[in-house]
């Protein structure tokens, strides 16, 4: 389980530096999508970065989503190397998701986008707005996927035990 916990923190590292690095190269619509409501209206006319910039930034974006996909398939293999059955790796599954869901929560949402202001110093046009003090602005999305964790974690393990 150690191994598990180590894979989900090296996945955090590699999601933070991905955010960090590509967020200021993303085309603003895309990256608008994730802020609140307020934010995406204000900053709805923000010039777009030159198209090599966007393109190295989704080129970033898919290589953590590789990584995030390689991740899982390690902890499902070396699962099933460890003679794990199906509710252990589920388990192993949840702990995955659970520790980045619980990063994403904590480190990307409340500390860089509210605390910090990340997003403020790309979109200057937003500083005024209501929406950077509302820590709950993505509450209702972020529930969703809490409660859809563990099924997708079974389905994952399920896969992986017919394989």
């Known amino acids: 389980m150690l191994l598990t916990v180590i894979v989900a923190l090296v996945l955090c590292v590699l999601e933070i530096t991905a955010l960090v690095v590509a967020s200021p190269m993303m085309k603003p619509s895309f990256l608008l999508s994730f802020l609140p409501e307020d934010v995406r209206i204000a900053a709805k006319d923000h010039p777009e970065p030159p ?3 966007q393109i190295l ?22 699962g099933i190397r ?14 995955v998701l659970y520790i980045n869901k619980a990063f994403d929560i904590l480190v990307q949402d409340q500390w860089l986008v509210m605390t910090v202001g ?8 937003t500083a005024d707005c209501e929406g950077w003090k509302n820590r709950g602005f993505n509450n209702k999305k972020q529930i969703v996927r809490i409660i859809a964790y563990p099924f997708l974690c079974m389905m994952t393990a399920g896969l992986f035990m017919l394989h």
């Open 82 to 95: 460890s003679g794990c059955g199906f509710w252990k790796l589920t388990l192993r599954f949840m702990v």
């Open 51 to 53: 198209k090599s910039k």
């Open 57 to 78: 930034a989704y080129l970033i974006f898919a290589i953590f989503m590789i990584a995030m996909i390689g991740g899982i398939i390690f902890v499902g293999m070396d």
């Open 118 to 125: 990340f997003y403020k110093k790309i979109f200057p046009e």
